[in-house]
Each structure stands twice: as C-alpha cells, then as structure tokens.
C-alpha cells in the first residue's frame, strides 16, 4: 500500500511540473519551442520551484504598483527594449525565428549577430557579437 501511495506522489509531482511548463509554453508563445531547463535558463533559475517562487514575486510586486493590477497587466506584456540609436529592437517571438534572423545576416552581410532574452519577457531580440 505505501508503494501505491508513492507512485501516486510521484505522478501528481511529474503531472505538477508537466503542466507548469506547458502553461508558460502557452501563455508566452516566444517560449513555445524551448525544452524545460531553457525556459529556467530563460528566467534564470535553477528549478521549478525557483521559477514558481520568480512569478509570484514579479505577481506581488506589480499587485502593490499597480491599483487596477487585473486591468493594466495586459498592458505590461510589451518591450520597451531600445537599440543603440534609441529606436525600438525588432522583437522575434521565437527563438527560432532570431536564429534563422541571425543565420541570415551573417550569410547576406557578414555580421555576426547574438540571440538574448529580452528582459521584458516578450521574446527575442539580437546584438552585434
């Protein structure tokens, strides 16, 4: 009976993380394509329970700024990134898309481009190397 009960542990902890995950691959599109341990690197966390811990600090730290939390946290899922010129940077919305982005400068013009997370959590953008 207690061999039973663990199993059932285990498989509500693994159901658990399953669909932690695939919530933030359904919510932030830009992350759709990313395997579990880069979504952490993404956050830059080390665990699940670590990113848990990230999203409800960044929950209560907008719910004390913001009077209408609900309302205006649609409003905060934009980037606000700008280039060297002060223009805004193009956002890729998947890794991939950087990546093929990037392939294609160095092949056309020869500049060799990097992929980072952009710090709003929107998606991708690229920089000089």
Request: charged share 30%; glycine share 4%; aromatic share 10%.
């Amino acid at each position: 009976m207690s061999l039973k009960k663990s199993l059932k542990s285990i498989r509500k902890g693994i159901v658990h993380k399953d669909r932690a995950f695939r919530t933030i691959r359904t919510l932030y599109t830009h992350l759709s394509e990313l395997s579990n341990q880069e979504i952490l690197d993404y956050y830059g966390v080390k665990n699940l329970k670590e990113l848990e811990a990230h999203i409800e600090h960044i929950k209560s730290i907008l719910k004390k700024q913001i009077e209408n939390y609900e309302e205006e946290l649609e409003q905060l899922s934009g980037c606000f990134c700008l280039d060297s010129r002060g223009d805004f940077k193009y956002l890729y919305s998947t890794k991939k898309e950087a990546e093929q982005q990037a392939k294609y400068t160095f092949k056309t013009k020869r500049i060799k481009l990097t992929i980072y997370a952009c710090p709003y959590h929107c998606g991708w953008h690229l920089s000089r190397a």
